[in-house]
C-alpha cells in the first residue's frame, strides 16, 4: 500500500505509531524491580475481575463463549480495560468511546476484529455476531471487508474513519513483545491509548510537539534532570507531609533553573502532562490487573536508572530517547502521585490539566512561594549529590548522546536513507497525524494511506 513520507518537521527519528514504546529497555528491565503496596489514593474503584469474567458469561447468555478464542481474548481485555480503569480519572469513560480492536497473527493476517459501543460495525466486515454484555454493544466481525487495510494500520489510531465514525482503534500483533493481546500489558495499553482519546476530545491541545532534534542532551542539562529524578525518588518516600513539601519546594527549584537556561523545558512538561497523567492511570490500575507499574512504583523508572548510573546502558534504550521524550512519563506520574499526597484534589488536578497547565505547574503552586532558587539548588545537590556522581554521570550520558542516531520510537515501517518528495506540514495537519497515533518525532514521517486522506484531503484513486 502506498505511504506518504512527510520531512522537514523539524523532529528527529522515524517512526509510525508505537509512542507508549519509547523506554521499552527500561520497562523490560523493572519487570524484576518493582514491587506492589497499598494504593495512597482513594479513587480507584476496586473490582475482581475474576468475578467479572463470570458475570460476561452469564450476561451475554453464551454469546461471547462460541466466538472464537482470538475475538474472545479482544473482549476480555477490552472489558477488563473498562471496569479497572472507571474512576481512575474524574470524567474518563473508555466504554464512551467506539473502540475496535484487532489482532493479527504472526504472518500479519487479521485473525479476529471486535467492534465495542459502535454505531456501524458493519461497515467493518459481515458474519457479525451482535452480543449484548452488561448494556454494551459487543460486534465480533466474522469476515472482515478489507483485511489488508487493518493490517497495514499503525498500531494504535485515535480518531479512524470506521463507518463515518472517528474509532480508537488498537491493532494486536501475535507474536510482538508489548503487542500481544493477552496479557495486562495489553490492559494497560488499551486504557493508556484510550485516554489520550479522551484527552484529544476533551483537553486544551498541546501548543507544540517535543523536539527531540533540539533538545538539550549537554552535560549541564542532564545533570539537574538526573538531580530531579532524585528529588522525585525522595519525595515519593517521605513519610511526611512537611518532609514532602520540602523535597517538592527543592523540586520546583531545580526545574526552575533549568527553564532559566533553556526554554525549550517547557515541552518536557507538556509531556509530562499527556504522557505523564496517561501513566498515572496505568500506575492506578496496576495492581488490579497485575501490570509492571503498581500504586507503589510511579518513580521506577527514574530510580532504576538512578541506581544503575555506573553503567546506564545496562537499563536505558538510549540517552536520547529516553531523556528528549521517555523520561516524561514517569517524571510526570510521579508529580501526579505527589500532588495526590499533598491533598490537591483529584477534580482540580484534571481540571487544571484539561485546561492546560502542567503536573510541575501544580506542584510548584502547591508549595508556593519559592524563595531563593539558586540557594534551593544548591541545597538540593549537596542533599542527593554529596560525591558529585550525578555530575559524572551527566558527562557519560552526554558523550553517549552525542554518538548515538535519532531515535526510532516504536519502530514501524523502514523509510530509505535519502527520501524524496518531501513536503512541509501545517500545525492543523501535525494535528491531525498526532490524533491519528503518528510519532511526530521524525524528520522522516511515514504516513499510511487512510491517515494521508483524513489529514490531507486526499481522494482514493
Known amino acids: 500500500m502506498e505511504k506518504k513520507q512527510a520531512i522537514g518537521t523539524g523532529l528527529v527519528g522515524s517512526a509510525r505509531a508505537g509512542l507508549r514504546m519509547v523506554g521499552f529497555g527500561v520497562a523490560v528491565a523493572l519487570a524484576v524491580a518493582c514491587g506492589s503496596g497499598d494504593d495512597p489514593s482513594p479513587l480507584v474503584t476496586s473490582t475482581d475481575p475474576t468475578a467479572a469474567s463470570t458475570t460476561s458469561t452469564v450476561a451475554a447468555a453464551g454469546g461471547v463463549d462460541e466466538v472464537s478464542g482470538e475475538a474472545r481474548s479482544l473482549f476480555d481485555s477490552w472489558r477488563s480495560a473498562v471496569l479497572h480503569s472507571a474512576g481512575a480519572w474524574p470524567g474518563y469513560d473508555l466504554a464512551a468511546i467506539p473502540t475496535v480492536l484487532v489482532t493479527l497473527d504472526v504472518g500479519g493476517r487479521v485473525a479476529a476484529v471486535v467492534a465495542f459501543n459502535h454505531p456501524n460495525p458493519e461497515a467493518l466486515g459481515s458474519e457479525i455476531r451482535h452480543i449484548d454484555v452488561d448494556g454494551h454493544r459487543v460486534a ?17 489510531d485515535f480518531f479512524a474513519d470506521i463507518g463515518s465514525t472517528d474509532t480508537f482503534v488498537v491493532i494486536a500483533q501475535r507474536g510482538e513483545p508489548g503487542r500481544e493481546p493477552d496479557p495486562p500489558e495489553f490492559i494497560a495499553l488499551i486504557v493508556h491509548e484510550a485516554f489520550h482519546r479522551d484527552q484529544f476530545d476533551e483537553w486544551v491541545p498541546d501548543t507544540a510537539f517535543q523536539d527531540v532534534a533540539g533538545y538539550d542532551f549537554s552535560q549541564e542539562n542532564l545533570e539537574l534532570a538526573l538531580l530531579e529524578n532524585r528529588i522525585l525518588i525522595a519525595a515519593y518516600q517521605a513519610d511526611t507531609i512537611p518532609e514532602t513539601e520540602r523535597l517538592a519546594r527543592q523540586l520546583a527549584a531545580v526545574r526552575s533553573a533549568r527553564h532559566q537556561r533553556d526554554s525549550r523545558v517547557v515541552l518536557d512538561e507538556q509531556q509530562e502532562r499527556m504522557e505523564g497523567s496517561a501513566r498515572w492511570i496505568e500506575h492506578r490500575i496496576g495492581d488490579e490487573i497485575g501490570n509492571l507499574y503498581t500504586s507503589a512504583n510511579h518513580p521506577s523508572e527514574l530510580d532504576l536508572l538512578d541506581r544503575n548510573l555506573d553503567d546506564p546502558m545496562s537499563v536505558l534504550g538510549g540517552v536520547k530517547s529516553f531523556f528528549g521524550f521517555g523520561r516524561f512519563y514517569s517524571s510526570g506520574a510521579t508529580q501526579l502521585a505527589l500532588l495526590d499526597r499533598l491533598d490537591v484534589s483529584a477534580i482540580e488536578v484534571s481540571n487544571r490539566l484539561g485546561k492546560g497547565d502542567t503536573p510541575a505547574q501544580l506542584l510548584a503552586r502547591r508549595i508556593e512561594p519559592l524563595d531563593d532558587v539558586e540557594a534551593l539548588v544548591s541545597a538540593a545537590r549537596t542533599e542527593h549529590d554529596p560525591d558529585g556522581q550525578l555530575g559524572r554521570a551527566a558527562s557519560a550520558l552526554a ?34 497525524l498526532h490524533g491519528h497515533g503518528l510519532d511526530l518525532s521524525g524528520d522522516v514521517i511515514t504516513i499510511p494511506e487512510e491517515v494521508d486522506r483524513a489529514c490531507f484531503g486526499e481522494t482514493e484513486p
Do not use: I, K, Y
Open 140 to 156: 465480533v466481525v466474522g469476515q472482515a471487508a478489507d483485511p489488508d487495510r487493518l493490517a497495514s494500520m499503525a498500531p494504535f
Open 399 to 432: 558523550e553517549l548522546a552525542a554518538g548515538e542516531e535519532a531515535p526510532n520510537f516504536g519502530g514501524g515501517d523502514h523509510v530509505p536513507d535519502t527520501p524524496t518528495g518531501g513536503f512541509e506540514l501545517t500545525d492543523d495537519q501535525m494535528a491531525c
